[in-house]
T-cell receptor
């Protein structure tokens, strides 16, 4: 049973380009969470999704950021027109149900904006 | 607003020492508390999870305690080893939510 899979592991984008980060949850998990870790800071919650639904996006920046979790395929975190301040590690976690005791984290995608 | 603080921010010790890492949170209303380990450039590995009704959890050389009323948790590492070198993160889960609120971590180095 593979764990939470994120790809790519490393992503370099020039300012103004788009970044797409993918997350495949653990088998049997239908709940996905995205967190961002800025350099020298703790992880900050961004968004919580179920299949085809956004449950809580209270941590998402209002502009340029969007997330989806389609019926088929991985969850996607999309950052449009990236800026240097978007450089961070983006982690995905998944759980089996809303209110589940534990979420399991992926290895993260490290985004560098040059 | 829930805030999580970890002290110390960094710790360097010789191999074999027993260690205590501290985590404090401002709102005692939590669903659970979790300790993670993060190695450089890697993801998070869950170490111990304590439900709000529990006082402590143990796994091998690790013991985590929870004092919800005072807003504190400690992670005790016995007989530390160089392989324990990593950043240790504490996270609380507020009630009625599925998100975690993380501290900024304690960076531990255990030297031979």
């Amino acid at each position: 049973n593979a764990g939470v899979m994120q790809n790519p592991r490393h992503l370099v984008r020039r300012r103004g380009q788009e970044a797409r980060l993918r997350c495949s949850p653990m088998k049997g998990h239908s709940h996905v969470y995205w967190y961002r870790q800025l350099p020298e800071e703790g992880l900050k919650f961004m968004v919580y999704l179920q299949k085809e639904n956004i449950i809580d996006e209270s941590g998402m920046p209002k502009e340029r950021f969007s997330a989806e979790f389609p019926k088929e395929g991985p969850s996607i975190l999309r950052i449009q027109q990236v800026v240097r301040g978007d450089s961070a590690a983006y982690f995905c976690a998944s759980s089996s149900a809303q209110g589940a005791t534990e979420a399991f984290f992926g290895q993260g995608t490290r985004l560098t904006v040059v | 607003k829930q805030e999580v603080t970890q002290i110390p921010a960094a710790l360097s010790v010789p191999e074999g020492e027993n260690l205590v890492l501290n985590c404090s949170f401002t709102d005692s209303a939590i669903y659970n508390l979790q300790w993670f380990r993060q190695d450089p450039g890697k993801g998070l590995t869950s170490l111990l999870l304590i439900q709000s009704s529990q006082r402590e959890q143990t796994s091998g050389r690790l013991n985590a305690s929870l004092d919800k009323s005072s807003g504190r948790s400690t992670l005790y590492i016995a007989a530390s080893q160089p392989g324990d070198s990593a950043t240790y993160l504490c996270a609380v889960r507020p009630p009625n939510t599925d998100k975690l609120i993380f501290g900024t971590g304690t960076r531990l180095q255990v030297f031979p």
